[in-house]
C-alpha cells in the first residue's frame, strides 16, 4: 500500500525544520547535501570520460550514482545478432563499486539507437525479441537496481488517440509493448526501480501542456492493468528563451504523478545558453536563476527522490556538438555544475541550495 500524498507532504514538512549536519566546503559534495534531504544526486558520463584523471576525480567527490549515456543502449551492446557484448558498459559497474557509487541503466526500450538487424527482425514480427533483450541485459548486468525500462513513447504529434510515438516496437507489437518492456524487466529484477523517462513537460508551451495531460493518461493505463512500473523520469533539459516557467502548474503535473503512487526523478537535468550574453559572470547568473526556479518547484514534491544531470562538467556536454544546441557566437555553452577545469560554478551552488531547501523526504 503507498503511502498518501497528504501524509508523505505533511511528513516532510514537519522535517523541514529538522536540524541537517553542517560541513565545510571541502566536506561538501552535491551528493552528502542531497542525502541530508534524503534524496540523491548523480550525473551521466561516458566510457572514455571514465579515463580523464581530473574528471573521476570531481565525479567521484559530487556524485552517488552514474549513469552511462550510450554505453547501455540496445545498439551498443548488440551491434551484431546475438553477439552481445557487454565490457565497455561493464566498466561503468566496475568504477561504480569500486568507488560506492550505483549505477542507473539507461535505457532498455528506446525508439532510438536500436541495431539494424533487431529493426529487421521486428519488421518481421517476432514478437520475443524485445523481451529477450530486456531479460537478457536486466539479468547480466544483477548488480543494477535502478532501471530506464521504456524511454520517450510519448509524441502527441504522431496523431494516435492514446498519444504514442510511432515506433518499430509500437509498429512491431502494439501499445502492449511498454508493459511488456515492464513485465520482462520486473521478471529479470524482481527488486529493481523500474522507471517510465521521457522529455517535455516543464514550460507553459501548449505542447508541454499536451505531453502533461499524455504522460498522465499513460500512468493511468499503466497501473489500471498492473503494469510495474515504480518511477517517473522527467529529463529536464531546460532552456533560457523566453519561454514561461509557472512553478504552481508544474507541481501540480509533479503531483498527479505522485498521486498514482511512483517516485519521481529528475533524469537528465542541463540547461541551454544559446540566447544569453558571452560574459561568463552574467550568464552563469542566469543560468543559475533559471536552475533555482525549476529545482526549487520539483523539490517541493515529496515523491521527488533524486536528481541526476546530463553530464558533470561544461567540459563533456552534448550542447557542444548537437548543430541545433550551439551557441550561434561559437563561445562553448555552461550547462552543467562545474566549468572545464572542474571548478564549481554559480550553477553548483543553485542546485545544493535548492536541495539543502528541499522539504526532508522520509526514509
Do not use: C
Request: proline content about 6%.
Amino acid at each position: 500500500m503507498y503511502p498518501t500524498r497528504r501524509s508523505v507532504l505533511g511528513g516532510g514538512l514537519a522535517l523541514l525544520g529538522a536540524p541537517r549536519l553542517a560541513m565545510s566546503q571541502d566536506e561538501a559534495s552535491l551528493a552528502r547535501i542531497a542525502r541530508l534531504s534524503g534524496l540523491f544526486y548523480g550525473a551521466a558520463v561516458t566510457s572514455s570520460q571514465l579515463m580523464a584523471g581530473d574528471f573521476t576525480t570531481a565525479l567521484k567527490h559530487e556524485a552517488e550514482y552514474i549513469v552511462p549515456e550510450w554505453e547501455m543502449k540496445w545498439g551498443a551492446l548488440e551491434r551484431e545478432r546475438d553477439r552481445r557484448q557487454y565490457g565497455t558498459a561493464q566498466k561503468f559497474v566496475d568504477f561504480a563499486n569500486a568507488n560506492r557509487m550505483s549505477v542507473r541503466g539507461h535505457t532498455l526500450v528506446w525508439h532510438r539507437n536500436i541495431p539494424a538487424w533487431a529493426i529487421t527482425a521486428l519488421k518481421n514480427k517476432e514478437y520475443g525479441l524485445m523481451q529477450r533483450h530486456v531479460r537478457s541485459t536486466v539479468s547480466n548486468f544483477g548488480s543494477i537496481q535502478d532501471w530506464d525500462v521504456v524511454n520517450e513513447a510519448i509524441e502527441p504529434t504522431h496523431g494516435r488517440s492514446d498519444n504514442l510515438r510511432t515506433s518499430p516496437f509500437l509498429d512491431a507489437l502494439g501499445p502492449g509493448y511498454i508493459g511488456e518492456a515492464f513485465r520482462a524487466a520486473r521478471f529479470a529484477a524482481p527488486g529493481a526501480r523500474l522507471v517510465y523517462n521521457d522529455y517535455g513537460f516543464e514550460y507553459e508551451l501548449e505542447t508541454h501542456r499536451t505531453r502533461r495531460r499524455a504522460l498522465i493518461r499513460l500512468l493511468e493505463r499503466l497501473k489500471a492493468t498492473s503494469v510495474p512500473v515504480d518511477a517517473v523520469g522527467l529529463q529536464a533539459h531546460l532552456v533560457t528563451r523566453d519561454i514561461k516557467f509557472d512553478p504552481v502548474a508544474y507541481t501540480s503535473f509533479l503531483g498527479k504523478i505522485a498521486d498514482l503512487g511512483l517516485k519521481i526523478i529528475i533524469t537528465e537535468l542541463d540547461i541551454q545558453d544559446t540566447n544569453l550574453p558571452a560574459d561568463i559572470p552574467e550568464r552563469d547568473g542566469i543560468l543559475a536563476d533559471h536552475i533555482a526556479r525549476y529545482l526549487d518547484a520539483a523539490l517541493s514534491e515529496p515523491a521527488v527522490i533524486g536528481v541526476m544531470t546530463w553530464g558533470l562538467s561544461d567540459r563533456y556536454t552534448w550542447l557542444n556538438s548537437d548543430p541545433s544546441a550551439k551557441r550561434p557566437d561559437g563561445l562553448p555553452s555552461r550547462p552543467l555544475p562545474l566549468d572545464v577545469d572542474m571548478k564549481r560554478k554559480p550553477m553548483w551552488d543553485a542546485i545544493a541550495n535548492a536541495m539543502r531547501n528541499a522539504p526532508e523526504r522520509s526514509a
